[in-house]
């Protein structure tokens, strides 16, 4: 998949990791999709990400069964995670720019990309 091994970088050392693939079909990840996109600061803590590594408690009442899913979003580096309900891949790459958008402008860091690379490289 052309974004799994991406960093792209923001300005004062900011950047985002994304990995993404393919994976058989299963009742936690139905979609065939194991992904994991990351807003990290300079030292490499994660401020925000969604991903699909683990399940997450349902929210709402302490009666609710959780979703067999391990589709979630965590909104900040300590949050444990919440439900989040992936549609398309496309959706989620919006999502997750929406996210970071918000935690960048709230840090009062530009959200423009300065720098592109691969893991992998």
Request: aromatic content about 10%; cysteine-free.
């Amino acid at each position: 998949m052309a974004f799994d091994g991406r960093v792209h970088s923001f300005e004062h050392g900011f950047w985002l990791k994304f990995e993404i693939k393919r994976v058989a079909a299963t009742a936690e990840r139905p979609h065939g999709l194991r992904y994991s996109f990351t807003l990290h600061d300079p030292e490499g803590k994660r401020l925000m990400g969604f991903d699909n590594a683990h399940s997450v408690p349902a929210q709402g009442s302490r009666f609710n069964k959780p979703s067999a899913e391990h589709d979630h979003w965590h909104r900040a580096g300590d949050d444990a995670g919440r439900p989040y309900a992936f549609t398309t891949a496309d959706q989620l790459l919006v999502d997750f720019q929406t996210e970071v958008e918000r935690v960048l402008s709230e840090l009062g860091i530009d959200d423009a990309v300065i720098g592109a690379g691969d893991l992998r490289a």
